[in-house]
């Protein structure tokens, strides 16, 4: 026993005396050597450093300046590499930093750290002045820090602490960042995210939430002052975007926008300020389905293709399948509109709309048109008020101008019908004035209700310069048979309206007086002819007509009703004071009196040529 003893005390002093020259070695020149030694056999791959600094007075500290580390294929290198091991266990460490890394993370294999042990912990990991290589991406100058890193089974560990990254220079799929910020925590199944921020071409983006596989949920997106300053810029954004992954779920419980502005070739903004909540982006997923969606904005101006709104204001809603506009206003045309209302695929509720001094025109309206989706199954508009609206169709076929228009509505539903109809509701409309191919007229005015299908045209009043014409009449939509009538009461009326209006092959001009009483059924062609009924009665006034004096007027007037248009030979009177009409089920009588008398007689239920003698 004594003996046991006493080689038990040699071999102890024995490993002071070892450890006494080991540490007074470190203190020398020969530390790098002493270090290297020691460290071969327990290592696997090869670590060398070009200087191993140590001191006594930080016993369990270690400085390697110019570390080469090399295993296999992988080769690492850095500036400085510092360690503080730990009292209480070997395969732990308090902390280590290292400086100056390049890391090629495109290749998994050559950054495994599989040769460490799995027991390996370490309290906290700092780099600095780390650059990072990935597949599409790369950062340069990180800085990072992370608490309680275990080796465990993953190639690179993982982090069991808090986790905090700083890049100054980041460019992801050719989108360059700067000053990004990462403070992130593991939960489980991925990380939490305290904070991530970093700018771009002077823009600051910031956001919250929580990543895991297939899911990344953000609680907060802050974008500020962001600008796409042209197509190139646009396009780099979304090729960049394409690179999401398309098996990962985003979602965003609140973002907001300060002054971005954007300039393409398609489509510009100007200081845009928004505010959204419940986003939802998911793959095989059209990005403007969003099921809970609500956001507000406000900007300068937005500008798309050929149309410009400026000051536009909204405030909308995602409710299942409809959306829902609370507030949508904007100056555009030099004037202003608003809507408001629920919309869905079937079903438009538009609670008001509004526009003032608008200037508009087919060229203004059909881009717009054509960007809107199929037109819904039924219209409800419970307010419209358009007030000092002007309407231009400019064409050389058929100019029209219509300026001061007002119109206002009530109730309104309407229905397509191969053509949009109105089947309930109350709507008046005027103008201060307008020109109709060639015609002027004064203050014209329109008042028409609808109830349940049933029209009724209370009063149509046109103002020519000499006379003026009204209209009144019913139109039963709900019947099969679609019947009508119609009542018309006239003065002094430019016989050209036929010709420039309604291109009726009727060469007058000069005035005419009328009143009419018809009616009939509208179901289809065939139901109008058959079931024409009514009276009317012309007074023709100063009327002329271009005519050839060798025709009688029976063959004349039998051919203006006939395909091709005749010819226009010289202008004289039309012998003719009265022209008085019969309709009977579709049978037309009438008779023409003046200077001489012509018999009509016409059956437009059939195929036959009026019958003028």
Do not use: C
Not at 315 to 339: A, P
Not at 388 to 415: C, E
Not at 434 to 462: M, V
């Amino acid at each position: 026993m004594r003996i046991l003893a006493k080689l038990f005390a040699s071999f102890f002093i024995l490993i002071i005396i070892s450890l006494s020259v080991i540490f007074v070695l470190l203190h020398t020149r020969h530390a790098t050597q002493v270090f290297t030694a020691l460290i071969t056999p327990i290592l696997p791959g090869t670590l060398t450093a070009e200087q191993v600094d140590y001191h006594w007075q930080r016993p369990l500290h270690l400085t390697l300046t110019q570390p080469n580390y090399q295993y296999g294929h992988q080769h690492w290198q850095a500036n400085t590499a510092r360690v503080q091991f730990s009292v209480e266990r070997w395969s732990h460490l308090q902390w280590v930093r290292i400086d100056g890394l390049s890391l090629d993370l495109t290749d998994r294999a050559i950054t495994s750290l599989d040769m460490l042990p799995a027991t390996l912990t370490i309290g906290r990991v700092l780099f600095n002045d780390l650059s990072l290589q990935g597949q599409g991406w790369q950062a340069q100058q990180v800085s990072a820090q992370l608490d309680d890193w275990h080796k465990g089974q993953a190639p690179l560990g993982s982090v069991r602490g808090r986790a905090q990254w700083e890049a100054k220079q980041v460019d992801w799929h050719g989108l360059q960042a700067s000053r990004l910020l990462v403070d992130a925590t593991p939960a489980p199944n991925g990380w939490q995210f305290r904070g991530v921020s970093f700018e771009w071409q002077g823009a600051a983006i910031s956001a919250q939430g929580h990543w895991q596989p297939g899911a990344l949920a953000l609680t907060q997106l802050t974008l500020s002052d962001v600008i796409i300053d042209g197509e190139d810029t646009y396009q780099r954004v979304s090729n960049a975007l394409l690179q999401w992954p398309h098996t990962t779920t985003l979602t965003i419980d609140r973002t907001d926008i300060r002054q971005l502005s954007a300039e393409t070739e398609q489509f510009s903004v100007n200081g845009l300020t928004l505010s959204a909540e419940h986003i939802t982006i998911a793959p095989k997923t059209p990005w403007w389905q969003q099921p809970k969606l609500r956001a507000s904005f406000n900007a300068d101006y937005i500008r798309w293709h050929t149309q410009t709104w400026d000051q536009p204001l909204g405030d909308i809603e995602r409710h299942g399948e409809s959306w829902v506009i609370h507030q949508l206003t904007s100056q555009w045309q030099e004037g202003f509109v608003g809507l408001s209302g629920h919309f869905s695929k079937r079903h438009w509720q538009i609670d008001k709309l509004q526009a003032n001094n608008l200037t508009l025109s087919h060229a203004v309206l059909s881009p717009l048109m054509a960007a809107l989706p199929e037109w819904p199954e039924t219209l409800f508009i419970d307010d419209v008020t358009l007030k000092h609206n002007q309407w231009l169709a400019l064409s050389p076929q058929f100019p029209i101008k219509i300026s001061g228009i007002d119109v206002n509505g009530r109730a309104l539903q309407l229905s397509p019908f191969k053509q949009w109809r109105l089947t309930d509701g109350r709507l008046t409309a005027s103008a201060s004035h307008a020109s109709i191919n060639q015609h002027w007229l004064a203050e014209p005015y329109l008042r028409l209700d609808a109830d349940q299908g049933k029209l009724t045209l209370q009063q149509l009043l046109l103002g020519f310069p000499d006379g003026q014409l009204a209209v009144s009449g019913t139109w039963d939509l709900s019947a099969p048979s679609q019947p009508w009538s119609l009542l018309v009461d006239g003065l002094q009326i430019p016989l050209s309206v036929y010709q420039d209006w309604f291109d009726w092959p009727l060469p007058l001009t000069g005035f005419h007086d009328i009143e009419a009483k018809w009616s009939g059924l509208a179901a289809d062609r065939e139901s109008f002819n058959v079931g024409l009924n009514g009276e009317m009665d012309i007074t023709f006034l100063d009327a002329k007509t271009h005519a050839d004096s060798d025709t009688n007027w029976a063959t004349q007037i039998s051919a203006w009703l006939q395909p091709p248009s005749p010819k226009k030979d010289k202008q004289q009177t039309f012998p003719f004071e009265t022209l008085s009409i019969d309709a009977d089920r579709g049978q037309l009588t009438g008779a023409l009196q003046g200077e001489t008398r012509l018999s009509i007689q016409w059956p437009i239920y059939r195929t036959d040529a009026p019958r003028i003698r």
